[in-house]
């Protein structure tokens, strides 16, 4: 059983496949997107539901209605995350995953106001767009997203990964821990999590925990296995075809891996009853 002082794992996924293995796993929490491969874009409400059926632990939801760097929104975009989030928020999501900028790289206040206000109570994490803005102010950054309401801040340290930006995790942690969580996430692994732990001095963490999927069996030679209640726990089936609808058809996509998981949440626990 956990405790409150434990390091939580939050691991983000974009199947059922994934959610189950998390869950099942060890993860604290879910971040549940669509499409990881660009980034993580907005989930489909049959998956929630879907999920909400089976899976305990909470589930947090993507708000991201395109892939791309900037983060600045249209109004037109805005109104379909909103629309996203209040069915969401009807179908059992347990908070929500948001980051909206202007063309200065500085938070964009109204849009952010627009999503807490639809959130309607429920915890939003602002997303890795914080890693975009203006690193001499992160302190000022910070502080305009805890008076906004958010709960916590998803950052690699305005680095490629958590593990290049350490440094200053940590010194938005010991500067901020009291009034926000900063959770560090990007390219944290087995190999450097307990570094990026004893650095950091964080209490949740992010990870997708993915590995390669198996290799692709042929159009003609594919079986598809189901466990006892339905819930197809594997599928990662690529398929070796002539017939190809995009690119990414054709590449072996990633899920998260239970091992990984394991693993992860086994050098946190560590972690946690050493501190």
Do not use: W
């Amino acid at each position: 059983m956990s405790s409150s002082k434990d390091i939580k794992l939050e691991v983000c996924v974009d199947s059922i496949a994934s959610a189950i293995a998390a869950a099942e796993s060890g993860a604290a929490r879910l971040e549940l997107c669509s499409a990881l491969s660009e980034g993580g874009l907005t989930p489909t409400i049959g998956i929630l539901k879907s999920l909400k059926g089976f899976i305990a632990i909470p589930i947090y939801c993507m708000l991201r209605p395109r892939s791309g760097d900037d983060f600045i929104y249209t109004d037109y975009e805005m109104q379909a995350m909103l629309t996203d989030l209040d069915m969401l928020r009807e179908q059992g999501a347990d908070g929500f995953v948001f980051g909206s900028l202007t063309n200065t790289r500085s938070i964009n206040v109204k849009q952010c106001q627009q999503v807490l206000e639809h959130a309607q109570g429920l915890p939003v994490t602002f997303h890795r767009a914080f890693d975009i803005t203006d690193m001499t102010r992160m302190q000022e950054t910070v502080r305009q997203i805890i008076e906004l309401g958010f709960k916590r801040i998803l950052t690699s340290g305005f680095k490629p990964s958590a593990h290049e930006g350490i440094e200053y995790i940590a010194q938005l942690i010991a500067k901020n821990h009291r009034d926000i969580i900063i959770m560090p996430g990007a390219g944290i692994r087995v190999g450097n999590l307990e570094e990026i732990l004893t650095t950091t001095k964080c209490v949740e963490f992010h990870s997708s925990a993915k590995s390669k999927a198996d290799a692709p069996p042929a159009c003609n030679d594919i079986t598809v296995t189901a466990s006892d209640n339905n819930v197809i726990a594997s599928s990662n089936l690529s398929m070796d075809c002539d017939v190809s609808t995009s690119r990414q058809d054709l590449l072996m996509y990633e899920m998260t891996d239970a091992n990984v998981v394991r693993k992860l949440v086994f050098i946190a626990k560590a972690m946690s009853e050493k501190n």
